[in-house]
Every structure is written in structure tokens, then in C-alpha cells.
């Protein structure tokens, strides 16, 4: 009864999951939970696992199977008459294919337990330089290994990029094309590229938009700056050809007026004498 009461309580404030709970998919900033599906529940080690057969039956003997064995009750597996199994701290070795049938029905009902963990979602935004190389990672692990998929605007990613430039490989956990590389990249590449992640009948995404920049793009700034000082340089070029011619005009002027000046005292000088 004591054991009964601990399930019941620990439902109540959600760490026992059952279907339509959703845990974190990893330590990503920016969140994100995955949603079990009726048939697929996801194990989280160390917490409590609960699977029901018949929501609707309150008392019946149930008998559950994980791949093919049968379900021995222990002080770490529980099984109810209002045919839950509980398990009271799930581990690795929890992981599998459970069935479960009351004994008075033919009719069995399945479960697939898994794992899966997304350690960080892809960036919001991905901006690349054309002719440089495009990479990105679904940093997505599971047991079993999740089914990864690469689209970029809604259609497989196989299509819309030349085989030529596009290789698809294991990511850090080894999931099979859980990395994306495109080299060279080209404008057209630019789009929406989402990795989706299939775990028995439970689909997760992240996505990410490629921006594709010209070649040249980088050296718009450098070049703005340059044309500002080869405009500055005229400008003080013009400038000071004005004011040089300025100055020599002003002494030219004195000059001229200096030579008039003594050509009249000649003059003078020559009438005194006279």
C-alpha cells in the first residue's frame, strides 16, 4: 500500500511519464520538449517509469512481456491490478519493446521505450560566404539511434542540393547523417534547412535559415573606406593647390608693386639731379 501510494503521488507531480508527457530534449538555452506518443514513452534514468494496458480497468490480471520475456515482479519493477507496470527508477537496461494482455483477452496492446536526448538546437539563423563551405550538426543521441533527415524549404535535402557538393555523416554519437556539409556553397543553397528526427513513432525538429552572402561581400566596408579617403585626399588635394595658388598670386602682386615703387623713386631721383 505504502508502494502504491508513492506511484500515485509521484504521478500526480508529473515525474512519472505516461503517453502525452514531454521531457527536455538536453541542455540547450533555448528549451524544447519532445511529446510521447500512446505507443512511445521515453525513459529518463534514474526516474520512474509507468506504463498502463487498459486505462479502464481498475482490477485484472495483466501479463507483461519485455521482448518476448515475461515480467517478474521485484522490489524495482511493480505491477498493479489496474494493470500498470512501475518501475520504480528507470535504467539502460529498461529500454525495449513491452507487451501486456489481460488474461481473460486475446487482444495485446504494445509499448516501445526509448531514449533520446537533443543537446542543443540548430541556430535561429546560419550566414555564409558563397564559394566557402556550409556545416551544420543535429546534435541529436538516442537508444536506439534515432532516424535523422535533412530537408532544406520542405523537400529532402538529396534534391535540392548536387550530390557533387553535398556529404551527409555521423554526428559526435554516431547517428547516421546527423552532420550536414555543403562545399562549395552557392547562392541558390540559400533557404530553410530543418533535421528531423525520427524515434520509433515520435518526430521531433530543429531548423535553421541559410543566408548565402556574395563573394564579395566582405569587401563592401573595406572598399566604402577606401573611397572615402581617396575623396578626403582630393578634397584636401584641391584645397591646398588653391591656396598655394592663392599665396603666389599675393606675392606676385607684391612683387610688382615692389618694382613700381622703385622704378618711381628712379624717376624721381633722375628729375632731382635734372
Known amino acids: 500500500m505504502k508502494i502504491l501510494s508513492v506511484f500515485i503521488f509521484s504521478c500526480i507531480v508529473g515525474i512519472c511519464l505516461g503517453a502525452g508527457a514531454s521531457i527536455s530534449t538536453g541542455g540547450s538555452s533555448s528549451g524544447g520538449s519532445v511529446t510521447e506518443t500512446e505507443k512511445t514513452r521515453l525513459l529518463r534514468r534514474g526516474h520512474p517509469l509507468s506504463l498502463t494496458c487498459s486505462p479502464n480497468i481498475t482490477h485484472a490480471t495483466t501479463l507483461w512481456e519485455k521482448d518476448g520475456k515475461e515480467i517478474i515482479e521485484s522490489e524495482r519493477i511493480k505491477l498493479f491490478s489496474n494493470t500498470t507496470l512501475y518501475i520504480v527508477s528507470a535504467e539502460e537496461g529498461d529500454i525495449g519493446e513491452y507487451t501486456c494482455r489481460h488474461t481473460n483477452l486475446l487482444e495485446t496492446k504494445t509499448f516501445v521505450v526509448v531514449e533520446f536526448s537533443l543537446q542543443k538546437h540548430l541556430p535561429k539563423s546560419t550566414t555564409v560566404l558563397e564559394n566557402d563551405k556550409l556545416s551544420l550538426t ?137
Not at 210 to 220: E, G, N, Q, T
Not at 238 to 262: C, G, L, T
Open 138 to 274: 543535429c546534435q541529436v543521441d538516442g537508444n536506439p539511434h534515432p532516424i535523422v533527415q535533412w530537408l532544406k524549404d520542405g523537400e529532402p535535402v538529396q534534391e535540392s542540393v548536387n550530390s557533387s557538393r553535398l556529404t551527409l555523416s555521423e554526428n559526435e554519437a554516431g547517428i547516421s547523417n546527423g552532420s550536414l556539409l555543403i562545399n562549395p556553397v552557392m547562392k541558390s543553397d540559400s533557404g530553410n534547412y530543418l533535421c528531423l528526427i525520427t524515434q520509433s513513432t515520435i518526430q521531433f525538429n530543429t531548423t535553421t535559415d541559410v543566408r548565402v552572402k556574395d563573394i564579395y561581400a566582405a569587401l563592401w566596408p573595406f572598399l566604402g573606406i577606401v573611397a572615402e579617403v581617396i575623396v578626403l585626399c582630393i578634397i584636401i588635394y584641391i584645397h591646398e593647390r588653391r591656396r598655394i595658388k592663392k599665396n603666389f598670386d599675393a606675392s606676385d602682386i607684391d612683387k610688382i608693386s615692389e618694382q613700381k615703387v622703385k622704378e618711381e623713386n628712379k624717376e624721381n631721383e633722375v628729375r632731382q639731379r635734372k
